[in-house]
């Protein structure tokens, strides 16, 4: 409906200080769960230290939980829980697996302690990956700290109908040899069940992709990097069309943003796809002195952000899967 439509503070906050976060992404390689992780890490470290009682040091905790089965409201058996821990380098030090009972609960003991390592939980269920909150094990204490949790899984579906592209939009700025792009897709799973991709809901594909991303056909794909994310997303696969993630989506609305380069000769970019799914609208915003030519997306005005002027393209129309969106900048 209307109230869906284009709206310029929702849409375009992430295309704020663009220049500046290309630069930082540029010294940026760590995944976005790492700096999640990492970023946590540091608020829990300066908390410890302010409130640690000296003296008192627990080497091990332990994290339960249960498992909820959103489509049914009970909780689930037969989930297959990861857990895995990272130092304040990245590093990894822990990863251990586990089937929820018939009580749908779940443990892991003998974890090492400290607010440096922080803690990843992800319930694998019929095909879908379901990432959990960071968690972190404090040491300052004289007992066994033990954090107990609860996860979410869904019902899965692998029809691709379920889920549509509400917006597709792509930042595109002049860079040493092609085009910097920052783009933001926000999907809609239009069901109740959680969309898993064409894997067939089963549990052992569920490193497979789950929903892929079309990349122009000179993206360079290393160079992936998520920027934001409604969800946790703990790895990319390549693609042939782009790249693809683990983590199943979720009903109602996600969001994910992610930034590429596009290299380019004698000045002419193509950044031409082809829709991975229906998409409601499909739009392009790019920075002086740079021109498109489209087969479907025509001239919408111009957007100014952070002193720098965007001229706005976009569809008129809904995009089918398999259309082609040929575009040239």
């Not at 792009?181 to 109740?192: F, L, P």
């Not at 969309?195 to 079309?214: K, L, T």
């Not at 915003?285 to 393209?313: C, D, F, K, M």
């Amino acid at each position: 409906g209307s109230r869906r439509r284009f709206d310029r503070g929702r849409d375009c906050s992430l295309a704020r200080d663009f220049v500046s976060w290309l630069r930082r992404a540029a010294r940026r390689r760590c995944t976005l769960r790492v700096m999640r992780y990492l970023t946590a890490a540091a608020g829990i470290f300066v908390v410890a230290l302010i409130g640690m009682a000296p003296g008192h040091t627990a080497t091990t905790g332990r994290i339960e939980g249960r498992v909820e089965n959103a489509a049914t409201g009970k909780l689930q058996s037969g989930v297959r829980i990861t857990v895995s821990g990272i130092d304040g380098s990245g590093e990894s030090v822990v990863n251990r697996s586990s089937m929820t009972g018939s009580n749908g609960r779940y443990a892991f003991d003998h974890l090492p302690t400290g607010e440096e390592i922080i803690y990843a939980l992800d319930a694998h269920y019929k095909g879908g990956l379901y990432a959990g909150r960071p968690i972190s094990l404090p040491s300052d204490t004289r007992e066994r700290p033990v954090i107990d949790t609860t996860l979410r899984v869904w019902e899965p579906t692998s029809d691709p109908a379920a889920v549509i592209i509400l917006r597709d939009n792509m930042f595109v700025v002049p860079a040493e040899g092609g085009v910097a792009v920052i783009e933001s897709v926000t999907i809609v799973n239009q069901t109740d069940f959680g969309y898993v991709g064409r894997r067939g809901g089963q549990m052992e594909d569920s490193g497979a992709p789950s929903f892929g991303f079309a990349l122009p056909p000179g993206a360079e794909q290393a160079g992936v990097q998520i920027r934001d994310s409604t969800l946790d997303i703990p790895a990319l696969v390549s693609t042939d069309f782009g790249f693809g993630i683990t983590a199943a989506i979720p009903p109602d609305e996600t969001r994910v943003t992610f930034s590429y380069h596009v290299p380019g000769r004698g000045g002419s970019i193509d950044l031409s796809r082809n829709a991975l799914y229906a998409t409601a609208e499909s739009s392009v915003y790019v920075a002086s002195p740079l021109q498109i030519e489209s087969n479907r997306l025509h001239e919408r005005g111009q957007v100014t952000l952070s002193e720098r002027t965007y001229t706005r393209w976009t569809t008129r129309s809904r995009l089918d899967a398999g259309d082609p969106i040929q575009v040239v900048a």
